[in-house]
């Protein structure tokens, strides 16, 4: 019965678990000088979404903070880079375990981590680029 | 049959019928309480079930996800076009 009942309890929270707040998010939101944002179900086409987390500092002093903390190089145009999920600094390549897909751009002071769960995921972000710069 | 026999199929007959006459005093649901809980909790789930799908299926793509942002007075579409523009950085 007890089983049964805990069955029941998590069936219920699941709709719930889908939308909670990611890692990245959690680790950067607390600090006042940086604008955190979570868009959760990002659309990359009709029928797959990832999560991205944005980060933007609010000052230059933020920014060199967060570049340095993410090993971030250069003054200029925009840097992009897979990173290990516990440790988006890390640059890595795509062995099918979550990572996330880093964009920083530093004219905009911000940093956005595409999260990655899957090998759909990983070739959606890749073709949404090739769709979007094709038509620029 | 037996004297022994006799007594303890009295005794059963006789528990029967108090058991009846003790769930007589209970409406039906009580009775079957658990089962009762089973199918409210059946119920629930495919209720809730049921309205999160047809909010989800009936929301425009474009307006599916969902934001947090630890500022307030942002609007969530500012942070989806931001999310679309960085990849394009």
Known sequence: ?136 | MTENQFDELWQQVEARKYGRMLAAGYPAWKRNRRRALTVAAMLLIVLVTAVVTVSTLQRPSASFEKVYCNRVGTSDSQWVALAAEMLME
């Open chain 1, 1 to 136: 019965m007890m089983k049964k009942k805990l069955y029941i309890f998590i069936l219920m929270l699941l709709p719930a678990l889908s939308f909670a707040q990611n890692e990245v998010y959690k680790r950067y939101s607390p600090q006042q000088d940086l604008t955190v944002a979570q868009v959760s179900g990002f659309a990359l086409n009709d029928s797959v979404r990832v999560d991205v987390v944005l980060v933007v500092a609010d000052d230059n002093a933020a920014w060199e903070r967060v570049k340095k903390e993410l090993d971030i190089r250069g003054d200029s145009g925009s840097t992009s880079w897979l990173g290990e999920f516990t440790d988006p600094a890390k640059r890595t390549g795509w062995n099918g375990r979550t990572a996330l897909r880093v964009v920083a751009s530093h004219a905009r002071r911000t940093v956005a981590f595409y999260r990655i769960d899957s090998e759909r995921q990983y070739d959606a972000l890749l073709d949404y680029q090739l769709r979007k710069m094709k038509k620029q």
